[in-house]
């Protein structure tokens, strides 16, 4: 008898690359694992603010870092990154909103499955992420999602769409509930304070603090692994192989 399919829900926005990667492979292995797999656009600076973190690309030597590691990652995960002459401007200055709304209006109209929506956040990671285009103007939007395979009409929709109060709403809800999913497995954490002899119990877990955040529905309890590679624990915490980043071809 056949075991029950899981279900992965990854949260991800276009503006970061890590994204990109997780993204992809976990659309690869969309068929390959016994899961359902759900896009779940949302909005990293959101994440940021509500975490109280700090993007990797404000923190000098680690964006240093960043241009050798997604030269690596991008050879590794066969995902075509080239970043951007001004990677600050795109992230920061100009960063994701309009882009995600857009996403998120995809999403809203589709029916019967997310490959528009697959296809559309495709497009728009080539446009930031390999070809150092912007994705913040109608103009690149509706660009995008021509290339994704939408209709000049229903891009025209989908722009109108994106700048309503119902998918703006749908935007901040996706991120709250990223936000939402607590980082763990439940372990109790102490802080001792030896000036004033205090222990203070931590019961809560860390909130999402960035993307790609995969959450995996096993047994009724929700499992959180953030970034790109924590491939090899989800496969086990789902029951399956990891076969690499290609696993077509791992199959031949």
């Not at 399919?5 to 890590?18: A, N």
């Not at 492979?25 to 016994?34: A, I, K, L």
């Not at 929506?117 to 995008?144: C, F, G, H, N, Y």
């Not at 205090?198 to 790609?212: E, H, N, R």
């Amino acid at each position: 008898m056949a075991s029950s399919r899981k279900v992965i829900e990854l949260f991800y926005d276009v503006v970061s690359p890590y994204s990109w990667l997780g993204f992809e492979v976990m659309c690869r292995y969309r068929n390959v694992w016994n899961i359902d797999l759900k896009l779940r656009p949302a909005f990293l600076g959101g994440i940021m603010q509500g975490s109280g973190n700090k993007p990797p690309g404000l923190v000098p030597n680690k964006f240093l870092y960043m241009t050798t590691d997604l030269h690596r990652l991008a050879q590794y995960f066969q995902v075509p990154i080239s970043p951007p002459a001004d990677p600050f401007e795109a992230m920061f200055e100009k960063g994701s909103l309009s882009a995600m709304r857009f996403v998120a209006a995809v999403q809203e109209r589709e029916v019967g499955g997310d490959k528009q929506v697959e296809q559309v956040s495709r497009e728009l990671w080539m446009r930031i992420w390999s070809q150092d285009k912007d994705i913040t103007q109608p103009a690149s939007l509706s660009e995008a999602a021509m290339k994704a395979g939408l209709s000049a009409s229903e891009v025209e929709e989908l722009l109108k769409l994106s700048t309503s109060k119902e998918i703006k709403d749908k935007l901040k809800r996706s991120t709250q509930e990223a936000l939402d999913h607590r980082c763990g497995s439940g372990h109790q954490y102490q802080y001792i304070h030896f000036f004033h002899y205090l222990t203070l119990s931590l019961y809560s877990l860390p909130q999402a603090f960035g993307f790609p955040l995969a959450v995996c529905h096993v047994n009724g309890k929700a499992e959180v692994f953030f970034g790109s590679d924590r491939f090899e624990l989800i496969a086990h915490c789902i029951g399956e192989k990891w076969m690499g980043p290609q696993p077509a071809a791992a199959k031949l």
